[in-house]
């Protein structure tokens, strides 16, 4: 074979190596784009619609409705303290729903004893409680993240006993063991981070801790005694971002105005949606996960002992509007709280809201 011939071939295997590591980044056609700002400056947002056609994507179709006219729920049956105010009918019906949303294959004694079913014993049983009680909770509270949409169990959980898409800390490698030196976290291709090597503790820092997000400067050089923020901080930032956008099936002009990422009132309205999503999911961490921490099974628990719990695919798996913005909450109003009076979502973290723009006067 001539030198000639033997470099052509091996060109003509780089271009297809390289092809092929492209192809496999990206989604596959067709995906349908849609302009989202002014033409000619790349505002767009492209999505994959077969997504919206997979059956994890569609809400499961609504129980046969019963009245609410009769005895109610707390008044027939022993240890009912949340949903008390349902009619017996409406009560068996929502129990009924749940257990296909959250165990199908186990059934009722998943969480109650079957010879008591007013029987605390199993922790499962103190646990979907105080989901209920959360679920109703975050329907009545968080419409700057939902709007009137709202959340069932299935939204979640999806037919699992354990939401799929949950997450846990991780332990920080033992770099004396490895010999490579500390990873700091990072460096790794990571799930948690759309498969970047961007910091893995991003969810303990942003969706449980109140870390600041915001790291770009307002000024053309770095002026340290204004703005102290490491590039460590701006890699963590980014690798939240890339979460939400793996999260959601979005890119980055789903919430920013590309050429101007830090001005709120050049950006899409998503991104105020997001900002109180990023919010709504501290508050469900560090006051409805976290205390559930000491009654769990070691089963149940990560690595580091701590509790599984949300983030942005919990919910969303993938699609920037769960279950395609499926409204289950109005075929289940039990799972509609009371709004708390002195709820406030600045206590979960006020960075950015000067920003804010007025969604109802738009």
């Known amino acids: 074979m001539s030198s000639k011939m033997y470099l052509n071939r091996s060109l003509a295997v780089g271009a297809l190596s390289a092809g092929l590591a492209v192809v496999v980044g990206c989604e596959r056609p067709p995906v349908d784009s849609e302009q989202k700002g002014y033409r000619g400056t790349g505002m767009e947002e492209v999505t994959n619609p077969r997504l919206r056609d997979d059956d994890l ?3 499961p179709e609504a129980a046969d409705p019963v009245s609410a006219e009769g005895p109610k729920a707390g008044e027939i049956y022993q240890n009912v303290e949340v949903l008390t105010d349902l009619s017996v009918a409406e009560f068996t019906r929502l129990m009924q729903s749940m257990t296909d949303w959250v165990a199908p294959d186990e059934g009722c004694t998943y969480c109650h004893d079957g010879n008591d079913f007013a029987s605390e014993e199993l922790y499962t049983y103190q646990v979907s409680r105080q989901m209920i009680e959360m679920n109703r909770y975050v329907n009545a509270n968080w419409e700057s993240h939902m709007d009137d949409t709202g959340v069932t169990c299935y939204t979640c959980h999806r037919g699992e006993n354990l939401p799929e898409e949950s997450w846990f800390a991780e332990p920080e490698l033992d ?10 976290m990072q460096n790794l291709a990571s799930e948690k981070v759309g498969f970047t090597s961007l910091p893995r503790n991003v969810f303990e820092r942003y969706l449980l801790g109140h870390d600041d997000l915001r790291v770009e400067g307002d000024t053309i050089l770095p002026n340290l005694d204004e703005w102290d923020v490491s590039l460590q ?21 789903t919430c920013h ?35 559930l921490e000491a ?3 070691d089963v149940r628990l990560g690595p580091t002992g701590d509790i599984a719990k949300v983030q942005c695919a919990t919910c969303h798996y993938g699609e920037q ?20 009076e002195d709820f406030d979502f600045l206590q979960f973290g006020d960075l950015g809201t000067e920003g804010l723009r007025d969604r109802d006067a738009e």
């Open 175 to 184: 770099f004396n063991v490895h010999g490579l030196g500390n990873d700091q």
């Open 321 to 340: 509007l769960p279950l395609d913005g499926a409204k289950m909450v109005d075929d289940y109003p039990g799972l509609m709280g009371e709004e708390d």
């Open 57 to 59: 994507h569609l809400a």
């Open 233 to 253: 901080d701006t890699e963590a930032s980014y690798g939240l971002m890339m979460h939400m956008s793996d999260a959601t099936g979005s890119n980055c002009t």
């Open 295 to 297: 009654g769990q099974p």
């Open 257 to 291: 105005n590309t050429g101007r990422l830090g001005q709120w009132d050049e950006s899409p309205v998503e991104r105020e949606i997001s900002w109180h999503g990023i919010r709504m999911t501290r508050d469900i961490n560090a006051n409805w996960m976290e205390p």
